[in-house]
């Protein structure tokens, strides 16, 4: 540990919850340099939804590579991303009867959340956005702007503009759309006439918070009356994470710009983009571009994946099943352990448990760590225990994480009741 510890910057987060060094993986495990296996209950995140070095993605990688195909090549057109972009259209977009056209934005999430904010107020010409309450879009600044979360956005330095924040569905009981129209409706509110709306069906990082449908349905329909672009994020909850491979197909709605990262590129390989309605795409030449705008070898495994998971309902009739049963596991533990366990949150296999407290849900994931699972923690206090196993999880593996973390909130019980009473 050493090399880290003397070399490595103190931001790092995840390494300082599962301090060890890890050397391999395949499926749903991590392995350590001496060998000790780990089911993986993070998933990088949300970025590895199939897997450690999935078989098939890694071997059409490795044919690609084999015969020298283009690694580098700035937004240039390219054999990879011609493929990439016909599997997208014909797989993911015509049988959903979309119309979106895509940009290829720098590899990371945030910058695919930043060319959509950008995008919103040129074609609009307005400035204001409006984001939601525990929403998390990022953490360069005008993504952060739109974070909710304090302890980013109390790293800035600057003061932090252009966002209006909203309640999300449910936040404090409040009716946050009703209050929205209202100001839109009301000269005197003080709302600026905002650009767009940036939402997230399903909050991530803000603790597995769940737009219902007609919530959804209410904000676009209120988005379409006042000429407001609706913009959601699907960086964390889209690829299938929630059981449908973008999280606000259950609502029926057609967003006008989407965000998508993390595990459109199949493989763990950073790749992000926009996907946007055709009469959005005013950008000139190069107005937002970087280096890394279009990484090949991410178009390779992203097609695979497309082609492999995407043809047929195979994969979203597994996610059913396993969270389902994730679901029955939860509520039986909510129900045995309700001094520490509070309510189930989430979808799909995008689920968690909402514990008493940040330091409860800590608990349950250091013993889970202990036990051999790698679980995070998420929401304002980090007291959501977050379920993020791969989407191609077998059953006896699932299994095995749900048996886990049974046990581990079986051991951390007596200790927080004996502390309660």
């Known amino acids: 540990m050493n090399i880290f510890n003397e070399k490595e910057s103190n931001v790092q987060s995840y390494a300082n919850h599962f301090p060890v060094v890890f050397a391999t993986a395949k499926g749903s495990c991590l392995y350590s340099e001496r060998g000790d296996r780990y089911l993986d209950f993070l998933s990088g995140a949300g970025a590895l939804n199939y897997g450690h070095n999935n078989a098939i993605l890694k071997q059409a990688l490795l044919d690609y590579i084999d015969r020298d195909g283009v690694t580098h090549g700035l937004d240039m057109y390219s054999q990879a991303k011609a493929e990439f972009l016909q599997a997208f259209e014909h797989h993911i977009l015509r049988p959903r009867m979309l119309d979106y056209k895509l940009q290829f934005t720098g590899p990371t999430g945030t910058n695919a959340v930043e060319a959509a904010l950008k995008l919103a107020r040129k074609v609009t010409g307005r400035s204001n956005v409006i984001a939601f309450t525990n929403g998390f879009h990022g953490c360069s600044y005008g993504a952060l702007a739109a974070t909710g979360n304090q302890h980013h956005r109390g790293a800035a330095g600057l003061h932090l503009h252009g966002i209006q924040r909203l309640p999300y569905d449910g936040y404090a009981g409040q009716d946050g759309l009703k209050l929205f129209e209202t100001m839109l409706t009301d000269g005197s509110s003080g709302m600026d006439h905002p650009a767009a709306v940036l939402v997230e069906t399903v909050q991530g990082e803000g603790g597995l918070n769940v737009a219902s449908e007609s919530w959804l349905q209410r904000l676009n329909s209120l988005c379409k009356r006042h000429k407001i672009l609706l913009i959601v994020d699907d960086i964390q909850a889209g690829c299938g994470r929630t059981g449908t491979f973008f999280s606000f197909e259950p609502a029926g709605i057609t967003p006008d710009i989407v965000t998508l990262s993390k595990s459109i590129g ?12 055709p009469e959005l795409d005013v950008w000139e030449s190069g107005e937002h571009n970087g280096t890394f705008r279009g990484n090949n070898h991410a178009f390779v495994t992203a097609t695979k994946a497309i082609e492999t998971y995407w043809t047929n309902h195979d994969l979203e009739h ?32 995008m689920q968690g448990v909402e514990c008493i407290s940040g330091e409860v849900a800590e608990k349950i994931a250091r013993e889970c760590f202990n036990q051999g699972m790698i679980i995070e923690t998420a929401g304002p206090d980090d007291e959501v225990l977050k ?15 749900l048996d886990i973390f049974e046990r581990a909130t079986e051991t951390v019980a007596p200790q927080y009741i004996k502390k309660a009473s």
């Not at 493989?267 to 946007?276: E, F, Q």
């Open 387 to 401: 379920f993020f196993c791969p989407l191609t999880i077998s059953s006896d593996e699932l299994k095995e994480g």
């Open 266 to 277: 199949g493989y763990g390989l950073p790749m992000s983009l926009v996907l946007m309605k």
């Open 318 to 349: 597994h996610i059913g099943e396993c969270a389902q049963e994730v679901t029955n596991v939860v509520e039986k533990m909510i129900r045995r352990y309700p001094e520490l366990l509070s309510r189930r949150k989430g979808r799909g296999l």
